[in-house]
């Protein structure tokens, strides 16, 4: 009897400007929308902490970003700002442009390098006029974004500092990929809105347990299970309610 061998049939990747595209917003829009946004898109690579969105300022660029993490804080006016959001190649900047809005309230920087294909503001309302597919998409992320945030600040109120610590590396890695998170502990405290002291306890507790190893200024996850279960649970929240909410989109 003769060998039978099965074909596999390439599937194509998108690109821009040769480019392929990871971000999840932008992937099997409908042919027109595709041709609508792609055009509009630029690839940029960004590092950290560049700005990305300004709060009470116009939005100037829209971001779909392609890899790395970027952090959405609310700020007072004494300059101090908590993390209220993570955002990777799931999401995207300029939410309010999507609902015919101009401007931010929140501030967004990029917390770990990578890249993101851009658009302008003006651009970008202009385009979602002809693109109800994309339109939706970011208004349902913009619905999971104000979800995160609401449990984040619920987080921040209600646990320890090991917890939230546990909580924030998960849904980091989640964005990321790999076991690597490169971030200092300055940075950690920045984005716990807590004292660097509190962060070395937290992240000296959590590796004295054999969950993570931290050594200048990254931060690797040895064992993810634990990690889950020493975290509280806002991570386990935040990620049933974002799969509900993604079955129901389809």
Known sequence: MANKSRVLTAVAVPEIEGNPIRNEILLNLPGS????????LTFVELRTPDLLQESEQPIKYGYFIDSGLASVLNGMEDGKSVEVGLSGKEGCTA????????????????????????????????????CPVLERRM???????????????????LHEVDERLARWLLMSQDRLGGDLVPLTQEFLAHMLGTRRSSVTVAAGLLQKAGLISYNRGEVTVTDRGRLEDAACECYELICRHTAAWKREAV
Do not use: H
Request: glycine share 8%; proline share 2%; hydrophobic share 40%.
């Open 95 to 130: 939410l309010p442009i999507a609902v015919g809005l101009k401007t931010s309230a929140s501030r967004i920087i990029m917390q770990v390098a990578g890249s993101a294909f851009r658009i302008t503001g003006e651009r970008l309302a202009k385009v979602l006029q002809e």
């Open 139 to 157: 208004q349902q992320y913009g619905q999971i974004m104000s979800m995160q945030g609401a449990q984040v600040a619920v987080c921040n109120r």
């Open 33 to 40: 929308e595709s041709d609508s946004i792609y055009s509009e």
